[in-house]
């Protein structure tokens, strides 16, 4: 059964400075993974989705990498504002016989302090 | 134009009530999905439909949930014999195609549901 963990679980950091996300997976025979983020009471945003052939993807300020074989994504964001605070999910596809498999992880809770 | 919409919003039932959740899908998605999500914790996969059959349903919890999409654009989530264990936000998702390499899941509000 795949499991999905994001360490840490909450992050508070001061605006402008670089950080970075984790999330690692058990199974890495993955299809893909996607990266989102929850504004409270809100449904999930889609950031960057990463192909199991790519190693990252990047759009402005985030840069989401995978190394398939560890297991291991992360998600780095430059010069963070207060805007990104919110919860980043990590979820890993596996496709297996017409069936998919969509495994998120808990989450991490950033704030990003003015 | 809009995105994947889902309604209500929130629902408040009782213990033993049977509840409808309703999920608007992105015109043109075929692939659809549904998911819970308690306090805390980050989705839980419930359903995956390809088209108007489910193509994966492995995640439902018992026979009390059930979902359908009998013309491949709108599903219905059902819960019969609503529990307090229930209570959580349901979320829906639409993606293009549920099969094709690369294929970006875009998520709706979802709905809160309280059982009392």
């Known amino acids: 059964k795949q499991e999905v963990t994001q360490i840490p679980a909450a992050l508070s950091v001061p605006e402008g400075e670089n950080l970075v996300l984790n999330c690692s997976f058990t199974d890495s025979a993955i299809y893909n993974l996607q990266w989102f983020r929850q504004d409270p009471g809100k449904g999930l945003t889609s950031l960057l989705l990463i192909q199991s052939s790519q190693r990252e993807q990047t759009s402005g300020r985030l840069n989401a990498s995978l190394d398939k074989s560890s297991g291991r994504s992360t998600l780095y964001i430059a010069a963070s504002q207060p805007g990104d605070s919110a919860t980043y999910l990590c979820a890993v596809r596996k496709y297996s016989g017409g069936y998919q498999k969509v495994t998120f992880g808990t989450g991490t809770k950033l704030q990003v302090i003015p | 134009g809009a995105g994947v919409s889902q309604t209500p919003s929130n629902k408040v039932t009782e213990k033993g009530k049977y509840v409808e959740l309703r999920c608007d899908p992105i015109?043109?998605?075929?692939?659809l999905y549904w998911y819970r999500q308690s306090l805390g914790q980050g989705p839980e996969f419930l359903i995956y439909?390809?088209?108007?059959?489910?193509?994966?349903d492995s995640g439902l919890p018992n026979d009390r949930f059930f979902a359908v999409r009998p013309e491949g654009s709108v599903s219905t989530l059902k819960i019969q014999r609503t529990e307090r264990g229930d209570s959580a936000v349901y979320l829906c998702?639409?993606?293009?195609?549920?099969?094709?390499?690369?294929?970006?899941?875009?998520f709706g509000p979802g709905t809160r549901l309280t059982v009392l």
């Open positions: 998702a639409s993606s293009l195609s549920g099969l094709r390499l690369g294929t970006e899941q875009f």
């Open positions: 015109s043109g998605h075929t692939a």
């Open positions: 439909f390809q088209g108007t059959g489910a193509a994966d």
